[in-house]
């Protein structure tokens, strides 16, 4: 088959295609034709050694793919040849071969059927960010509460945009950051209440003022570095910021000072440490909703199999949604 392959730890630049043996589903497992994948900054940290996995080389990146079934390994029962699936997450593109490949071997109990009315592009486009989204909104003990504040930093990207949409989905009131203004539009179509650059000298006051004495209850954070004080400053008492990101960078002068007299509670997300069975029945709900709020998955590109580096150079400037590639 044809694969995207990793002989180091010098980054997506030094990818390069090549004919590699076909994988083999062992017992449990299923062989996918890849159709569509979809790229994650955490692709360009694991080929930067930036990333906690060191899978054997040389590697195949990519954790996100749909396609269809080609062959089952021993044992598995419920997928067959023929059915149109997608991955959810699990170990392919982190310690095994991933999805920036004509075919993949997963686990069976890591894919899912393709949901009613989705397309491929879709499928491939949306596990790893709802998933992380999902925990980032859940992790503190269960659904947040109807009429919550929901703040969402880098909420243009597929994590944020993910976070939008089940926020809305739970009722909350939600707050989105954007440093474009084309991307803010579109995400108050895609139900962001309010929307705000997070470069604003008065970012604070302009999410107070549209806030009218609330604060935010739950803030899901991307970007880390200078902007994390202004989104501890935002939040009420007993409020919470789930770390997923770090798109920013680190955050400056940190004074833990800040989170007594409000009781805060900063919690990290990790979508590494959902069980094949956890991230089923996240899934199941991710999709109910969805389909509840009338919304899909939203993509921003599609570039051909070849141009997989020029995928990653869309990733890196913010896109809005998700970056695929078009295997086959
Ligand atoms: N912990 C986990 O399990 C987990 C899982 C998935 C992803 N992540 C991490 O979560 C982060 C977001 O992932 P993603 O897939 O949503 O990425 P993405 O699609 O690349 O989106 C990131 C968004 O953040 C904003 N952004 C980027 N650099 C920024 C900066 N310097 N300052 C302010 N905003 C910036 C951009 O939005 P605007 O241009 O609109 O401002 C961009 O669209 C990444 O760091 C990723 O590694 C973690």
Same mark, same amino acid.
């Given at each position: 088959?044809?694969?995207?392959?990793?002989?180091?730890? %010098?980054?997506?630049?030094?990818?390069?295609?090549?004919?590699?043996?076909?994988?083999?589903?062992? @017992?449990?497992?299923?062989?996918?034709?890849?159709?569509?994948?979809?790229?994650?900054?955490?692709?360009?940290?694991?080929?930067?050694?930036?990333?906690?996995?060191?899978?054997?080389?040389?590697?195949?990146?990519?954790?996100?793919?749909?396609?269809?079934?080609?062959?089952?390994?021993?044992?598995?029962?419920?997928?067959?040849?023929?059915?149109? =699936?997608?991955?959810?997450?699990?170990?392919?593109? =982190?310690?095994?071969?991933?999805?920036?490949?004509?075919?993949?071997?997963?686990?069976?109990?890591?894919?899912?059927?393709? @949901?009613?009315?989705?397309?491929? %592009?879709?499928?491939?486009?949306?596990?790893?960010?709802?998933?992380?989204?999902?925990?980032?909104?859940?992790?503190?003990?269960?659904?947040?509460?109807?009429?919550?504040?929901?703040?969402?930093?880098?909420?243009?990207?597929?994590?944020?945009?993910?976070?939008?949409?089940?926020?809305?989905?739970?009722?909350?009131?939600?707050?989105?950051?954007? $440093?474009?203004?084309?991307?803010?539009?579109?995400?108050?179509?895609?139900?962001?209440?309010?929307?705000?650059?997070?470069?604003? @000298?008065?970012?604070?006051?302009?999410?107070?003022?549209?806030?009218?004495?609330?604060?935010?209850?739950?803030?899901?954070?991307?970007?880390?570095? @200078?902007?994390?004080?202004? =989104?501890?400053?935002?939040?009420?008492?007993?409020? $919470?910021?789930?770390?997923?990101? $770090?798109?920013?960078?680190?955050?400056?002068?940190?004074?833990?000072?800040?989170?007594?007299?409000?009781?805060?509670?900063?919690?990290?997300?990790?979508?590494?440490?959902?069980?094949? %069975?956890?991230?089923?029945?996240?899934?199941?709900?991710?999709?109910?909703?969805?389909?509840?709020?009338?919304?899909?998955?939203?993509?921003?590109?599609?570039?051909?199999?070849?141009?997989?580096?020029?995928?990653?150079?869309?990733?890196?400037?913010?896109?809005?949604?998700?970056?695929?590639?078009?295997?086959?």
């Amino acid at each position: 088959m044809r694969a995207w392959l990793m002989d180091g730890y %010098e980054g997506i630049e030094r990818l390069r295609q090549a004919e590699v043996p076909d994988p083999q589903p062992g @017992p449990g497992e299923v062989l996918l034709k890849v159709r569509y994948a979809a790229l994650n900054p955490a692709d360009a940290f694991l080929a930067q050694a930036q990333y906690p996995a060191r899978p054997p080389l040389p590697h195949i990146l990519g954790r996100d793919g749909a396609g269809e079934v080609l062959a089952v390994g021993a044992g598995v029962e419920g997928v067959k040849p023929g059915d149109l =699936v997608g991955i959810l997450r699990c170990e392919a593109g =982190v310690e095994r071969w991933g999805t920036f490949a004509e075919k993949v071997a997963v686990p069976a109990a890591s894919v899912a059927p393709l @949901p009613e009315g989705w397309t491929l %592009e879709e499928m491939a486009a949306a596990p790893l960010v709802y998933l992380t989204a999902w925990q980032a909104l859940v992790q503190w003990g269960g659904l947040p509460s109807p009429g919550q504040v929901l703040l969402v930093t880098g909420a243009s990207g597929g994590v944020g945009v993910a976070s939008v949409m089940l926020g809305r989905s739970m009722g909350m009131t939600v707050v989105a950051l954007s $440093r474009s203004a084309e991307k803010a539009r579109r995400l108050r179509e895609l139900g962001a209440d309010h929307v705000f650059d997070p470069g604003a @000298p008065d970012l604070k006051q302009q999410v107070l003022g549209a806030l009218d004495g609330k604060r935010v209850d739950l803030a899901v954070d991307l970007v880390a570095g @200078p902007l994390f004080h202004t =989104v501890l400053q935002l939040l009420g008492y007993g409020g $919470r910021i789930s770390v997923a990101g $770090r798109s920013g960078g680190t955050v400056p002068d940190f004074n833990t000072a800040m989170l007594f007299f409000r009781r805060l509670r900063i919690g990290g997300v990790s979508v590494g440490d959902y069980t094949p %069975e956890g991230a089923q029945t996240a899934w199941k709900e991710i999709v109910r909703r969805l389909a509840q709020l009338g919304q899909k998955p939203v993509i921003d590109s599609v570039f051909a199999f070849d141009q997989l580096k020029d995928a990653f150079r869309r990733l890196a400037e913010g896109p809005m949604g998700k970056v695929l590639v078009k295997v086959a």
